[in-house]
């Protein structure tokens, strides 16, 4: 089993930043796919952004050249530097990983971190 905890979401004002965290323990491979996925009230979640264990990166087109991934491998921590925040980007921010452990393929999710961009 693996948990992920998120941390770092807030109330922020448009134009402001935030970094969101993301904590990993448990049967962790050394190889996986990780990520940020959002939820808004009554939105489908959508993605944000993924990086895999090698530095391949996938982000989504509403959060390019503003929100980074990054991840340190040796703590099994990811991050989400997020800066130029809209309002559109109010939403519960979700900390995802995938691997191909023990012969099986699995995925987990994390419980949220809100964040809230109002002025």
């Known amino acids: 089993q693996v948990q992920l905890v998120e941390s770092g979401g807030g109330l922020v004002q448009p134009g402001g930043s935030l970094r969101l965290s993301c904590a990993a323990s448990?049967?962790?491979?050394?190889?996986?796919?990780m990520g940020w996925y959002r939820q808004a009230p009554g939105k489908q979640r959508e993605l944000v952004a993924t990086?895999?264990?090698?530095?391949?990166?996938n982000y989504g087109d509403s959060v390019k050249g503003r929100f980074t991934i990054s991840r340190d491998n040796a703590k099994n921590t990811l991050f989400l530097q997020m800066s130029s925040l809209k309002l559109e980007d109010t939403a519960v921010y979700y900390c995802?990983?995938?691997?191909?452990?023990?012969?099986?393929?699995?995925?987990?999710w994390g419980q949220g971190t809100q964040v809230t961009v109002s002025s």
């Open positions: 995802y990983l995938k691997q191909f452990r023990l012969g099986k393929l699995t995925e987990y």
């Open positions: 448990g049967s962790i491979f050394s190889h996986n796919l």
């Open positions: 990086m895999n264990t090698v530095t391949s990166v």
